[in-house]
């Protein structure tokens, strides 16, 4: 029940050119628009983490290696993919390793599990993922990247998915004790429609946000400022954290994603970490305008470790 790294960047690709024309016109305020955000009451957890940064791990088969990368370019939290039926799999080594080594540098290390299939197994997903994981004493939260919009149901009946989607979550907050969920989403979730537990017109991304801990967009642009720029495509997330108090972290990819203009822009593969440290310097530079922005993720060990300096 789990995707590739690859075939994943795929699907957002996808995504992002089949939804590109409604994202492109649904963006609100610009970020120096937000000032009106910055009183509202910040979350301890966003507040302290504005300058913080997640680190997305799929392959955890070299856990020295993974935790020096993050030690030596500042990584605070890793976002380790874990298998089902944790205790049973021959990955449990790695990924102890992995946290252990974590732990002891002083990262946070979260499980990170997902795949749009999920949305139809929500028992499933708690009794062999969810319940396996927490029991590991391994990780301190619940991290989910399901991509609902990958499921082949999402053109013929979206409001069935959603809706689905929306309640597996709630599965998972409900059976997640004190770990706190966070999820993944793209920056077009405030273009789909939802409806709130009042049975209001919502949208998906406010939804996600309300069971959730907070979220982390996939507002992959190699720009930051600019039309289509990471901040642009961002704003939507950002202003609705700040609205429902919920922190929201801004994810960038360093894969290899494809040749075309589409691809290319959304993904630091091929620049420098120097070169890409100017573009993240902007994106936390805007970003901070929205009180509850909560720091970046990079996409992911892999990509990143391959970076020249």
Known sequence: ??????????????????????????????????????????TAAASSAQDTRALWVWDTSTPAAT?????????????????ANLATSSQLPDIKALSDRARAAGIRVDALGGDPGWVDNPTWVVTHWLKPAKSSGLFTGIHVDIEPYSTPAWGADRAAVVGTYLTLLDKLKANAGTYPIEADIPFWFNTIHAVASTGAASTLDREIMKRTAGVTVMSYRNTASGTDGTLDVATPALAAGAALGKPV?????????????????????????????????????????????????????????AMAP
């Open 1 to 42: 029940m789990f995707s590739t790294p690859r075939a994943r960047t795929t699907r957002l690709v996808a995504g992002v050119l089949a939804l590109a024309g409604t994202a492109a016109a649904s963006v609100g305020m610009a970020p120096g628009a937000a000032a009106a955000t910055t009183g509202r009451a910040v």
């Open 67 to 83: 935790v020096d990368l993050a030690v030596s370019t500042g990584i605070d939290q890793l976002f380790v993919a874990v298998p």
């Open 249 to 305: 972290r801004l994810g960038q990819e360093t894969n290899y994603l494809g040749a075309t203009s589409v691809d290319t822009k959304q993904t630091f593969y091929g620049w420098t970490r120097t070169a890409m440290e100017g573009q993240l310097a902007q994106v936390n530079a805007g970003a901070r305008a929205y009180a509850t922005y909560a720091g970046l993720a990079i996409h992911d060990a892999t990509g990143y470790a």
